[in-house]
Nanobody, 122 residues
């Protein structure tokens, strides 16, 4: 099986920083993309940032210039450096990965982590 485990969430003050990590483990042949989504209370889950195995990144407009996504292909790990945090960044942050478990898989399947709470408050 595949597991994605997030860490690094917590409480930060407005203007502060947090760094999230997500490690994928288990039966993994290749990962195409890893990313971060978030879901605030009463709202739909939304994209935060993604990164491909080749290093191409994509960000939601709301986090551009403040958040940075990076990855370590050798460790199947993705990071999210969050700076200049705002109260509206408060949400549960979920990691995901589009991956193939074996070389026989024709398509990529998406797996999700359990989520980590980020709260921005003074």
């Amino acid at each position: 099986q595949v597991q994605l485990v997030e860490s690094g969430g917590g409480l930060a003050q407005p203007g502060g920083s947090l760094r999230l990590s997500c490690a994928a483990s288990g039966s993994i042949f290749s990962i195409r993309t890893m990313g971060w989504f978030r879901q605030a209370p009463g709202k739909q889950r939304e994209l935060v940032a993604t990164i491909t195995s080749g290093g191409s990144t994509n960000y939601a407009d709301s986090v551009k210039g403040r958040f940075t996504i990076s990855g370590d292909n050798a460790k199947n790990t993705v990071y999210l450096q969050m700076n200049s945090l705002k109260p509206e960044d408060t949400a549960v942050y979920y990691c995901n990965a589009d991956l193939r478990k074996t070389s026989y898989d024709d398509i990529y399947f998406r797996y999700w982590g359990q989520g980590t709470q980020v709260t921005v408050s003074s």
